[in-house]
């Protein structure tokens, strides 16, 4: 048995510190990056992420957020033939399709006949990272499309987050147990305080020239403002983005018939659980949860929340794009909890 001392932060537990900038105005902020990859290829835009849910992975909001240069990661449960014809060309370019570890994950992906053209990701996403077969399974997917960019995970620590760089991902998912559906935190006793994780994995990955994806924990913008302000180089969200008209997930409905709320649930809940797998194996049990989100309308709003959010940040400390953030970024310790997030 090993105690670690050292404190680690959640983003609730720390602001950005304002600096002295020269930027006049948000809007000389550029939020468009351009990144050159671990493994090859490269590609150009605003590195916010829909988290591959069925409720948030979803083709309406990959229309929405290609408009803005934004990725979606599509929920592992669309069909290919649905998101070739439903997508275009240049909806395609900023998204990702979704694979598990399953057999059925396997046939899928390593598939000659396998029609990607235009999807530039493919993100393997596993609640737990740390597994040797999964480590094997990232090098099988490399070697058979050499040419896509790989985004891997779950982890929470440096070392693996080393390791699945070496194995062959480009970008690997950072956060164990940190999203408000998720409660592996509670019912497993396992996780690393977000931003913590963050910023140790973006050291490590950077090291090696590789790149990260912090996933889970963002509340409200400025929690993604401190992502990358962590040295994140993507950052996926999820519950920000559902209740929207764009969102998956059971509408509910008020005496008159209007939206009230909608189902937002966690790909390791009960119902997705009861959806996708005819229930809970005996051998596990639900490490996410249901809620009802009040209902918000178009995504259009948030995305600008979102996009306004993080040029205020950069124009507080002094960032003229996104990539600086990490450099111009002074954290705070504050001694109160800033954000909530979803009750039950």
């Known amino acids: 048995m090993i105690i670690n001392n050292e404190v680690h932060i959640d983003y609730c537990d720390v602001l950005i510190r304002p600096k002295r900038s020269t930027l006049t105005s948000r809007a000389d902020v550029d939020l468009k990056r351009t990144f050159k990859f671990y493994w090859g290829g490269s590609w150009c835009g605003i590195p916010v992420v829909a988290a591959n849910m069925d409720t948030t992975g979803t083709i309406a909001i990959a229309k929405e957020f290609s408009k803005y240069k934004m990725i979606t990661c599509l929920s592992k449960h669309l069909l290919i033939d649905d998101i070739n014809e439903e997508l275009s060309t240049d909806e395609k370019l900023y998204s990702s399709i979704s694979i598990g570890m399953s057999e059925k994950s396997r046939g899928f992906i390593l598939n000659q006949d396998l029609d990607l053209r235009n999807i530039p990701f493919i993100c393997i996403d596993v609640a737990n990272g740390y597994t040797q077969k999964f480590f094997e399974y990232i090098k099988e997917v490399r070697d058979f499309w050499g040419d896509k960019i790989i ?194």
């Open 151 to 344: 985004i891997a995970g779950n982890v929470a620590t440096s070392e693996m987050t080393e390791a699945l760089i070496l194995a062959g991902a480009d970008i690997v998912k950072i956060g164990i147990g940190p999203g408000s559906a998720c409660t592996t935190r509670k019912i497993a006793g396992v996780g690393v305080p977000q931003l913590s994780a963050v910023i140790a994995c973006a050291d490590a990955a950077h090291g090696l020239g590789g790149h990260i994806m912090a996933d889970g924990g963002c509340v409200c913008p400025g929690d993604i403002a401190k992502s990358f302000g962590g040295g994140a180089d993507f950052s996926m969200v999820g519950g920000m983005l559902s209740g929207h008209d764009e969102s998956g997930g059971e509408e509910i409905y008020d005496e008159d018939g209007m939206i009230t709320h909608k189902a937002f649930y966690g790909m390791s809940s009960d119902t997705a659980m009861d959806k996708y797998h005819g229930g809970v194996a005996i051998h596990r049990t639900s490490e996410g949860r249901t809620v009802k989100v009040p209902y918000r309308g178009q995504i259009g709003n948030t995305i600008q929340n979102i996009l306004g959010g993080l040029r205020s940040a950069c124009t507080y400390c002094g960032a003229k794009n996104i990539k600086s953030l990490s450099k111009c970024c002074t954290f705070l310790r504050v001694s109160r909890q800033l954000n909530t997030v979803f009750e039950d």
